[in-house]
Every structure is written in structure tokens, then in C-alpha cells.
């Protein structure tokens, strides 16, 4: 059985890759299993070890998940690696925990109208939902992990403002269901960072024997600063999506999450650590690009490079 | 006379619009006289305040700069305005202090071999100008503030690693100087939130009762970051530029300041009073789009527009 802490241990800042699954929700093109298990495997060998693999969800509407369980098989021959996957009803939930993927992920809107229309139940369902996965995750063998996923927490834009105490009663609400690792998600880009700082402190307060997870858009160009502000406050997994892909069919238009390699180099500016190589990570991009052309990726690492003076010596 | 503390009265934040100066340094077209006006205007009806007008450079080198005079005029009209203009000699100091703009800009750069490469000076010369630059402003009759930027504050990339201390001693020695305003800059994109944080702290430490700014580009994808961690930190003049145009020669391939409209709507986020209207500034889009057809604008909140939930009442 893995502990929380074997994967996700206190104070451990881990970057999560969530472009497999956020990151190709909306794409037109979708990369093929080979193009993905490159990804993976030159993620991997750059220092990735926390992804997010796809979503169980129904393959004819979702051809691009239709290889969760290929992946799930492949990620688990790299050593140190650990996997989630999405799960959005019982029968996904059902497929996810009998894939032995290490997390399953569950999501529960922060608001009852964007739960209603994201997953087509009241929050009162969803968290019934979770009761059931966390049932059917510690009756397997592997045990597997079940996350939360609390979209809308910085606002709805279904809604408008999400109240910090609604958040914390949700997250109470899940833990007690039995998940064991939330992570907040600002959706739609309506965070600032001192929202991040409020949410980030509130959560530890309320809960400091948990860790959590931060899931960010850079839909309104905030994300790492958002990011920073969730890193200075307590939150330890932090995701983000190779050359920022995913976008949100609520925020239409907008760029997608926080491009990864951008979110490893603010850790290197910050002395945090984090495993990644990024001259390697920015390796991967050409797969990206190789397996959907048509897609726009982002990052400003990818465009400007890495910080490198021309002269080691000042005084030259 | 104006007092610093007109202009830029403790404790309170400016944004300043430096896209007429840094944000045309390196573009390929240039606006019109006509255009660069209906760009002020309108941002004036917007509510900025603050503008970097241009360069005092020769205008075969520099045509962009050839109508500074013209703009300086024009903003006198509009009333609550501040220009400033660039100077980076005798001649062009000269030339800004006769031109009755309010504030002339000398740049020092933190690192001598920088120094030497975009000036072509020393830095011991370079603050030999700023004195005589003082000496200049202090005998006209309208006796405008003299600010300098520190170029590569935040690391060089010629020379790399640039210590705060050495920073805040050429700072001193501006100040000493009778340099009115210092405003640290991140010329190519180096700095993290922490390196920002640290240098505002020992600047306001060092200077407790000086104003200063931060001038950030965004070529890592930190620039907001940044800017909001020079905010939580001391500094009050921020620069941007409209649609983040301005790029850097000594940052190739790079975008350039940070976006004028996301900085104010990050501002926004943080309750931080600006005076500018969001929705009327990304108007002014328009004008630089069809004044420099072949430039790409940036903007986060110009793609993604600003939160605006489609419901405002959660319980329906």
C-alpha cells in the first residue's frame, strides 16, 4: 500500500505534467500512443516523475484517452515514476482503479452551477461520488491514492466569486469521504496571487497535517505568479502542461495551463528543488509539435533560452 | 518646481507606459506622429497618467524618436500628465532639459561590461553624465526630476551575476549625485521573485525614504511574477509597455516589457489602485496594431478578456 507521503512527502515541492490529460482535453489533433510514450519517456529522462496520464472517459467521444490503459502499463517500467488518471463517474472510477494506475483523480466543482454543468451533478452527488472511488480504491490491492480535484476554487465563471470558507467546507467534505490529497484549481484564470496566498494559508490552517496540490491557467497571463504565491504558502504539488497546452471550454480563447518548463525554471530562480533538467525538458517540445502540428505551443524559456551570459568572468 | 513627491507621492503605485520608448526601440515600422498620439490619448482616456515619451537620439539612427519634441508638447495639454524622456549623452540631456519634459531618464548599467557595450562608457563615466545631467535639469528654469535606470540590475547577460551590493552602492552614488528617482531594472529577463523581493527590501532598507520603480521584460515568463513581488516589496513606479512590445539587443529572440494591460489588471486582482479602466486601455490595442502592422502584441487579458461570469447570481 503507498502512503501519501511515500509520493507526495511534506515540504517536497513536486511539479506534476499534466499535459497528457488537461492538456490534450480540447486539442483537434491527438498525438499517437507512440508519440506519447516518447513524450513520457523523454519527460522521464529529463527528471518528470509525477503525471497525469489521461482521463476514463467513453473512447468514442474521447478518442484521445482511448490509450489511458497503454500508458498506465508504460509508465509503470520507469522507475520512481508515479501516475494519475481522471475519473469522472463510477464506471471510469471502476476502469481507473482495476488500470493499477498509483492515483486516481476525482473532480468536484467548487460551485453547484459549474458542478452541474461540468459533470452534470450537484455537489452533494459528486461528493457521494468520491465516497464510492475511495470504497472501491481501498478495496483493491494496490490501494490505490484518490485525489480531489476542486475546480472553480479562485472563482466561477458560471457563478462569479467562490468564498474561501466554501472551498475549505468542500475540501473538509472530501477528506472526510476518505481522498487523500486535494488540489485547488483556479479553472479559469481568475486567480491573483493574493487569492493563491489566501486559499494556500486557509487550507493549511484548516488542515496542516495534509498536503496539497495547487492546478493553475495562465488563461489571464497569472500563472506563475500565481504560482510563486502558492509555493511560498504551503502548497507542494504544483501542475503545469508541456508548452502550456489545455485549454477549458469555459474560458474560451484563452491559453491553456502553466507551461510546464516555464514552472521548472521559476523553481530553479527560487532554490527550489526540483529534479528536472530543463535544456533536456525543452527537448520534449518537438514531440509535441511532431504529434500536433496545428497546436499552438507556448513558453518563454522555449523562446528566450535559458539565462546565459556571454562572459563568465566580470571583470572581462 | 516639481518635488519628486508630486509626481510619485510615497507609498502610492504609478504604472508607467514606456511602450512609446523602450516598447519602439527595436521594432521594424514605426507609428505615425499622428498615431503615436491617438495612442497617448486614448490611454490618457483610459487613465494613465505616466509615459515614457521616447529618446533624445539621433534621428537618423533612431527615426521612432524623431517627433519626441511634438510628443512632449502634446502631453503638456492633457492635464495630470507625466512624461519622461530618455537621454544617453550631453547632447541629448541638453536637448530633454530644453524640451521642458518633465522627467529626463539617464541609464547606468550594474555591470561594467554592459556599460561599456550600450553605452560605450565606463560607469564611472556614466555617473560623471548623470552629474552633469543634474547639473543641467537643476539650472533650467522648470527644474525636471532626473531618474536613473540601473540596467541589469537583476544579473548581465554579458557578465552574469550581479550582486545587490553592488546595485545599491551605484545607487548611492546616483542619489549622491542628485539622481531624484532610481528604477532597478531587469534588462533581460533574469530576475525570479525572490531576487526581486531581495533587492526592493535592501533598496528600501538602504534609501528608506526614497521612491523607486522596477522595470521588468518579460522574457522568461517571470515578469508579472516579478512585478508582484516588487509591489509587495517597496517599489511604486512600475513600467509596461502597450501589448508588451520591446525587445532587447542584448536579449535575442525574446519578448519584451511586461504587457501594460496585464500588469493593470494584476493590480486589479491585488486591490491596488491605478486609475486605469481595463477595458477602455486594451482599445488602445487597436491603434498599435494598425500603426505597426507587422509587430506582435502580447496580452494575456486581451485573448482571454476579464473575468466576467455569465450568471452573477451563484444559486441559480
Known amino acids: 500500500m503507498t502512503a501519501v507521503s511515500d509520493i507526495y512527502p511534506a515540504g517536497q515541492i513536486v511539479l506534476r505534467e499534466v499535459g497528457l490529460r488537461d492538456g490534450l482535453q480540447m486539442v483537434k489533433t491527438h498525438p499517437s500512443t507512440s508519440d506519447k510514450k516518447e513524450w513520457i519517456r523523454r519527460e522521464y529522462d529529463a527528471g518528470v516523475r509525477c503525471f497525469e ?11 484521445q484517452f482511448a490509450d489511458i490503459l497503454e500508458l498506465i502499463e508504460f509508465l509503470k517500467e520507469l522507475p520512481g515514476t508515479h501516475g494519475s488518471a481522471l475519473a469522472l463517474n463510477r464506471k ?3 476502469a ?13 466543482s467548487a460551485s453547484e452551477a459549474h458542478s452541474k454543468a461540468n459533470i452534470n451533478r450537484t455537489q452533494d452527488q459528486a461528493i457521494g461520488e468520491i ?4 470504497d472501491l480504491a481501498r478495496s483493491a490491492s494496490h490501494k490505490p491514492l484518490v485525489s480531489v480535484g476542486i475546480a472553480m476554487a479562485f472563482g466561477c465563471s458560471i457563478s462569479g466569486d467562490v468564498k474561501v470558507d466554501t472551498v475549505l467546507s468542500l475540501a473538509e467534505r472530501c ?27 486557509e487550507f493549511q490552517n484548516a488542515f496542516p497535517n495534509r498536503v496539497f496540490g495547487i492546478h493553475l491557467h495562465d488563461t489571464r497571463g497569472l500563472g506563475l505568479a500565481n504560482a510563486i504565491a502558492a509555493l511560498q504558502n504551503g502548497a507542494t504539488i504544483i501542475d503545469g502542461a508541456m508548452a502550456g497546452l489545455g485549454g ?9 495551463n502553466i507551461v510546464f518548463e516555464d514552472l521548472v525554471f521559476l523553481c530553479q530562480k527560487e ?28 513558453g518563454s524559456i522555449a523562446k528566450a533560452g535559458l539565462p546565459q551570459p556571454t562572459e563568465l568572468d566580470a571583470n572581462k
Chains 1, 2 share one sequence.
Open 175 to 201: 477528506l472526510n469521504a476518505g481522498a487523500d490529497v486535494i488540489s485547488l484549481a483556479d479553472t479559469v484564470g481568475y486567480a491573483g496571487p493574493t487569492d493563491v496566498a489566501t486559499l494556500c494559508k
Open 96 to 108: 481507473a482503479v482495476n488500470s493499477g494506475v498509483a492515483e486516481v483523480t476525482a473532480v468536484l
Open 248 to 256: 477549458c471550454p469555459f474560458a474560451p480563447n484563452a491559453t491553456g
Open 53 to 63: 496520464l489521461g482521463s476514463f472517459l467513453p473512447a468514442h467521444r474521447y478518442p
Open 92 to 94: 471510469g472510477g471502476d
Open 131 to 134: 465516497e464510492f472511488l475511495v
Open 271 to 298: 532554490d527550489i528543488y526540483t529534479g528536472i533538467e530543463i535544456e533536456q525538458l525543452l527537448g520534449v517540445r518537438d514531440v509535441v509539435q511532431k504529434s500536433m502540428p496545428q497546436e499552438a505551443l507556448y
